[in-house]
């Protein structure tokens, strides 16, 4: 018998999720040495762990054999007193791809509808689909959320709304007076999940006070991450800060221990190294700086991205990334987004974007 018609319909229906390519996995494949691959897929932190979060680490490691603290009292401190909210706001994840999952889980039901935008985070449609949620996706405007068609698109079953902002894989930017007009028509009864990943490379002139917007908007949900600017993509931890009673709802659902205590004790101590996050983002944009520059010279087109990370449109990209790859290169296709012909380039260090930058010359010329 087929063991999958057990699974509803939804499930059976769900396009898996394809990551980056792992290094080790191209090297087996290519033959390479995995110091010679350069990876630009995932949107990772090329300069590795902060200083602090490592002796975090170290330390923690002596407590291992026992379960991790289920309420991550230490990291919600350190999370209520930089961003001055109660620890009774704060929701914790394994990764923001958790949180983003569990409030799937909580508010949605079979038949409930959900609203994203067409170029969103691939996490949104997929955490819709997996509690049998109705996927309502909007056309984008200008490879970035139409927030109108968005409103629009809200139904009387419609209990969720994803907002990425900046969005990846597009990189763009919702500036804060929109986005508050958008938050200010959107219906009580309705969620606004607004996921921050890349929120940190942002200028403060362009930055929103989401966090401040809280108290106003008790349907508001801020999602954050420790796995960009901070560094610790490998740890999976997220966090997201609501009106207390959402958040408390979606504790409930959470795993008692669904963030583990090495990430817990990284995480607290990343929030801490400021100088580490301040090296990050300038690194940032001097290599967006560098990417950018040989897009134009290449006569590439792209996407101006807030995040760091750039996607860039090619003739044949499946060509191309086949190339990327022969050269040791990984970066991210963007056929699963609908988007064949562009590919998505992570800032990495001056001289991983370099390389990048020599193999995709070469390909091109
Ligand atoms: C990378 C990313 C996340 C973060 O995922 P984690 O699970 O925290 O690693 C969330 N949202 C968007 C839009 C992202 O690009």
């Not at 110091?35 to 330390?59: C, D, F, T």
């Not at 691939?122 to 997996?130: D, H, K, R, T």
């Not at 970035?144 to 139904?155: K, Y």
């Not at 260090?349 to 995709?360: D, G, M, S, T």
């Amino acid at each position: 018998m087929d063991l999958t018609a057990l699974a509803p319909d939804y499930v059976r229906a769900i396009a898996p999720y394809q990551p980056g390519k792992p290094i080790g996995e191209l090297a087996r494949e290519m033959g390479l040495a995995e110091a010679s691959i350069v990876k630009l897929a995932s949107n990772e932190n090329p300069l590795g762990l902060p200083p602090k979060a490592r002796a975090a680490l170290e330390a923690a490691v002596a407590d291992l054999a026992r379960y991790p603290d289920g309420n991550g009292f230490a990291l919600k401190d350190r999370i209520a007193e930089r961003f001055a909210v109660g620890h009774d706001t704060i929701v914790l994840g394994n990764g923001s791809n958790d949180i983003l999952e569990l409030v799937a889980r909580t508010f949605l039901q079979a038949g409930d509808s959900a609203v994203y935008s067409e170029y969103a985070f691939a996490v949104y449609p997929l955490a819709i689909q997996s509690v049998g949620g109705q996927r309502i996706e909007v056309k984008a405007r200008e490879y970035g959320h139409d927030l109108d068609a968005m409103l629009a698109a809200i139904r009387p079953d419609t209990k969720l709304v994803f907002v990425a902002n900046p969005n990846n894989p597009t990189g763009t930017l919702l500036k804060p007076g929109a986005l508050l007009e958008f938050l200010e028509q959107v219906p009580e009864r309705v969620l606004v999940v607004l996921d921050e990943a890349y929120t940190e490379y942002l200028p403060s002139e362009v930055a929103s006070d989401s966090i401040g917007w809280l108290t106003r908007f008790p349907n508001l949900i801020v999602s954050r991450t420790f796995s960009k600017a901070y560094g610790l993509a490998g740890l999976r931890v997220g966090f997201a800060l609501a009106h207390r009673e959402v958040a408390g709802l979606v504790n409930r659902l959470r795993q008692p221990f669904n963030v583990n205590s090495l990430a817990q004790a990284a995480a607290a101590a990343a929030l801490d190294d400021m100088d580490f996050l301040a090296r990050s983002v300038a690194l940032n944009r001097q290599g967006m700086a560098q990417l950018t520059g040989a897009f134009q010279r290449l006569g590439l087109p792209y996407i101006p991205s807030w995040g760091n990370f750039v996607t860039f449109h090619v003739a044949d990209a499946k060509a191309l990334n086949a190339h990327l790859l022969r050269n040791g290169v990984i970066v991210r296709p963007l056929a699963p987004y609908n988007m064949p012909n562009s590919l998505r380039v992570s800032i990495g260090l001056p001289e991983e974007n370099a390389r990048f930058i020599e193999v995709l010359e070469a390909a091109l010329g």
